[in-house]
């Protein structure tokens, strides 16, 4: 489960960093946009942070399901947050997605990448993905390759899948 730090604090640390001389921040999480201090979400955070005076604030690791153009305007809104998106998608195929236990699809990719670039088309956005998942076929990673060679990512990082024990993944075949 995720533990979301409270507003203040990080707002509180922000502030400490700028008057020590800190000009950049990275908000960096395993999925950024499911912060919630139980009253506010991501959003509301990057604001305030944002009202701190700090000149750049860096976004890292925007779950592909929790992504939205929403979102995107809201934090974009903000000069000082960086027109950068780091969004692990993972995979392409929706059969490979659906394995990984991924609750998004190709589409939903295409639709919310799609109408971020259209609305912010000096967005940066760098993703990873994984190859050899369990299960995985030639016409999966094809479509794959499709997809990463449409989505123009500025940087991708390719991981080979790794077996490891006591993931859900392990006892897969294939």
């Not at 009253?39 to 604001?47: K, M, N, Q």
């Not at 809201?74 to 027109?83: K, N, Y």
């Not at 006591?166 to 294939?174: F, P, Q, V």
């Amino acid at each position: 489960a995720m533990v979301s730090r409270t507003r203040d604090s990080i707002v509180r640390e922000v502030e400490s960093l700028r008057e020590n001389g800190v000009r950049e921040v990275s908000l960096l999480a395993q999925d950024v946009a499911s912060y919630s201090d139980g009253r506010r979400r991501f959003a509301d955070l990057v604001g305030a942070i944002a009202g701190t005076g700090v000149d750049w604030i860096r976004v890292l690791y925007l779950h592909p399901s929790s992504l939205s153009i929403d979102l995107a305007k809201r934090i974009f809104e903000h000069p000082s947050v960086c027109r950068y998106l780091e969004v692990p998608i993972q995979h392409a195929s929706d059969r490979v997605l659906e394995r990984m236990g991924r609750h998004y699809t190709r589409k939903h990719l295409e639709r919310v990448l799609g109408g971020i670039r259209s609305e912010f088309p000096d967005v940066v956005v760098r993703s990873e993905v994984m190859v050899g998942f369990p299960g995985e076929e030639e016409s999966d990673f094809d479509e794959l390759k499709a997809f990463v060679e449409s989505a123009q990512f500025a940087s991708l990082g390719v991981f080979v899948y790794s077996r490891e024990e006591g993931t859900a993944a392990y006892s897969l075949d294939g």
